[in-house]
């Protein structure tokens, strides 16, 4: 009973569910591994063990009176801290915002509680979410269990760490750039970047509104350590929210398809490190194995659809967030923001309409691609591993880290969703691959993660290393 916290989700739910164990006996399991390997991470910048087991003790009453139970009754889950958590601070990684408790959850947060997770604490996120690392003035840094030489990615880092080093079965993250992909490549885990629309994202604090790119490539997603646990946490956070206009009806699974993918290993124009091509080849001789036709292709205005991010997404960074980097004062922050708004530049007007203009003309391309290729296989990266800061060590830094996430890019410009599955180990690090289908065609991603995962041990839980 003490290493319950070794079991996925699924499992554990089935447990609970079954009356094998209770949901307080799992949450205790869980904080006991938080208290474990935490110190040495730094994911869980706050532990919630009174509300947990509070939370716990009133699952294990609800069973007992035979209410009804969600598909998370029990299961201890993880949120990151840029979404609103009743009771929690919202800080987003400042200390300007360390006291800035939200009244009211998240309509992604409000899923997880109605689904009957139980909560162990807030992850670490860097300052606004806007590093490809984690860390941050107000909660330092957090570290990857793998090794402390790489980064454990970001902005969702804390939550790739902590699933990966056994802190609960389930993280919530978010992802605009690649922030659930990255740190779940970075990590040996399984991320689910969601389809524009497919969970609610409102923020209650967010009483000013969002910008129009954080409205088109902003989403919430999962972190989990296999993927039919990131298929159960989509189920449990999609439910619609009236809070949330995005928000769109589509059904969990759709038509059926072609079995085709399409794989891309070495994309035109990119350099990609041969280790990473490699396991996109093995992952389309995974699929190949299981009846899929594999070929090698690329999709339509490739480089140009990772490009778009910038005269989309820069125009709020440098209005919004650029001006108030001397008053936060987290100086990777400051490198990071600073030399990439130098080096890809801030359009007009003009060049920002242009840029949603093409956004739209690309989409319908893409849309063709996927009929004839229903999923898509690419690199996450396009080199195997970073060190922990490499984004704040001067232009060299920040510009080596665009480059090596750009493959990212292409699913938020587009708002498709993308499934981050490892794929293989270099130098005792893991390596990974990207899942990309069409809008609100998880489903397919899902199944093409299923079938490689079955050919990959999955790696995690693991103790933390040097």
Same mark, same amino acid.
């Given at each position: 009973?003490?290493?319950?916290?070794?079991?996925?989700?699924?499992?554990?739910?089935?447990?609970?569910?079954?009356?094998?164990?209770?949901?307080?006996?799992?949450?205790?399991?869980?904080?006991?591994?938080?208290?474990?390997?935490?110190?040495?991470?730094?994911?869980?910048?706050? !532990?919630?063990?009174?509300?947990?087991?509070?939370?716990?003790?009133?699952?294990?009453?609800?069973?007992?009176?035979?209410?009804?139970? $969600?598909?998370? =009754?029990?299961?201890?889950?993880?949120?990151?801290?840029?979404?609103?958590?009743?009771?929690?601070?919202?800080?987003?990684?400042?200390?300007?915002?360390?006291?800035?408790?939200?009244?009211?959850?998240?309509?992604?947060?409000?899923?997880?509680?109605?689904?009957?997770?139980?909560?162990?604490?807030?992850?670490?996120?860097?300052?606004?979410?806007?590093? $490809?690392?984690?860390?941050?003035?107000?909660?330092?840094?957090?570290?990857?269990?793998?090794?402390?030489?790489?980064?454990?990615?970001?902005?969702?880092?804390?939550?790739?760490?902590?699933?990966?080093?056994?802190?609960?079965?389930?993280?919530?993250?978010?992802?605009?750039?690649?922030?659930?992909?990255?740190?779940?490549?970075?990590?040996?885990?399984?991320?689910?970047?969601?389809?524009?629309?497919?969970?609610?994202?409102?923020?209650?604090?967010?009483?000013?509104?969002?910008?129009?790119?954080?409205?088109?490539?902003?989403?919430? $997603?999962?972190?989990? +350590?296999?993927?039919?646990?990131?298929?159960?946490?989509?189920?449990?956070?999609?439910?619609?929210?009236?809070?949330?206009? #995005?928000?769109?009806?589509?059904?969990?699974?759709?038509?059926?398809?072609?079995?085709?993918?399409?794989?891309?290993?070495?994309?035109?124009?990119?350099?990609?490190?041969?280790?990473?091509?490699?396991?996109?080849?093995?992952?389309? +001789?995974?699929?190949?194995?299981?009846?899929?036709?594999?070929?090698?292709?690329?999709?339509?205005?490739?480089?140009?659809?990772?490009?778009? #991010?910038?005269?989309?997404?820069?125009?709020?960074?440098?209005?919004?967030?650029?001006?108030?980097?001397?008053?936060?004062?987290?100086?990777?922050?400051?490198?990071?923001?600073?030399? #990439?708004?130098?080096?890809?530049?801030?359009?007009?007007?003009?060049?920002?309409?242009?840029?949603?203009? +093409?956004?739209?003309?690309?989409?319908?391309?893409?849309?063709?691609?996927?009929?004839?290729?229903?999923?898509?296989?690419?690199?996450?990266?396009?080199?195997?591993?970073?060190?922990?800061?490499?984004?704040?060590?001067?232009?060299?830094?920040?510009?080596?880290?665009?480059?090596?996430?750009?493959?990212?890019?292409?699913?938020? !410009?587009?708002?498709?969703? $993308?499934?981050?599955?490892?794929?293989?180990?270099?130098?005792?690090?893991?390596?990974?691959?990207?899942?990309?289908?069409?809008? =609100?065609?998880?489903?397919?991603?899902?199944?093409?993660?299923?079938?490689?995962?079955?050919?990959?041990?999955?790696?995690?839980?693991?103790?933390?290393?040097?």
């Amino acid at each position: 009973m003490d290493e319950l916290w070794r079991l996925d989700a699924t499992d554990l739910a089935v447990l609970i569910r079954s009356g094998a164990v209770s949901a307080v006996e799992a949450a205790r399991s869980a904080l006991e591994r938080l208290d474990a390997v935490n110190p040495a991470l730094n994911a869980v910048v706050r !532990v919630l063990a009174d509300e947990a087991l509070e939370q716990a003790q009133e699952a294990d009453a609800a069973q007992r009176r035979g209410d009804p139970l $969600g598909l998370l =009754h029990g299961v201890p889950v993880t949120t990151k801290i840029t979404a609103d958590h009743r009771g929690c601070p919202t800080d987003n990684g400042l200390v300007s915002m360390k006291d800035h408790r939200a009244a009211e959850d998240s309509a992604v947060v409000a899923n997880l509680r109605r689904a009957g997770a139980v909560f162990l604490g807030r992850t670490a996120s860097p300052a606004f979410a806007m590093r $490809g690392m984690t860390s941050s003035v107000l909660h330092g840094q957090t570290w990857n269990p793998w090794s402390r030489a790489v980064t454990c990615g970001g902005s969702s880092g804390g939550a790739g760490a902590a699933v990966a080093a056994g802190i609960g079965a389930i993280a919530h993250g978010s992802d605009i750039g690649g922030s659930i992909r990255w740190p779940a490549y970075c990590n040996g885990v399984v991320g689910l970047r969601t389809s524009l629309g497919r969970i609610p994202s409102h923020n209650p604090s967010g009483t000013n509104g969002r910008a129009l790119s954080g409205q088109i490539m902003a989403v919430q $997603g999962p972190l989990a +350590r296999s993927v039919r646990d990131a298929r159960l946490a989509l189920e449990a956070m999609s439910p619609g929210d009236p809070r949330d206009g #995005w928000w769109t009806p589509a059904p969990l699974r759709g038509p059926p398809v072609a079995r085709r993918a399409a794989i891309l290993p070495l994309p035109a124009g990119l350099k990609v490190d041969p280790r990473v091509s490699d396991a996109v080849r093995t992952a389309g +001789r995974h699929l190949q194995s299981a009846g899929f036709e594999v070929v090698e292709a690329e999709p339509p205005h490739l480089v140009e659809t990772t490009d778009l #991010w910038h005269p989309i997404g820069l125009p709020t960074l440098a209005s919004g967030l650029a001006p108030m980097l001397d008053q936060v004062g987290d100086p990777p922050l400051t490198n990071f923001i600073t030399h #990439w708004l130098a080096e890809k530049g801030v359009p007009d007007l003009a060049g920002h309409v242009e840029a949603l203009r +093409r956004r739209d003309q690309i989409h319908t391309a893409w849309n063709q691609f996927f009929e004839r290729y229903p999923v898509l296989v690419t690199p996450i990266s396009s080199t195997a591993f970073l060190p922990a800061e490499r984004d704040g060590e001067g232009v060299d830094g920040a510009l080596e880290v665009l480059e090596a996430l750009r493959l990212q890019f292409m699913c938020p !410009v587009l708002g498709l969703p $993308g499934l981050s599955v490892p794929v293989g180990e270099c130098e005792g690090r893991p390596l990974g691959v990207q899942i990309i289908a069409a809008r =609100h065609r998880e489903d397919l991603c899902l199944e093409a993660g299923e079938i490689i995962e079955t050919h990959e041990r999955i790696r995690t839980p693991i103790d933390p290393r040097p």
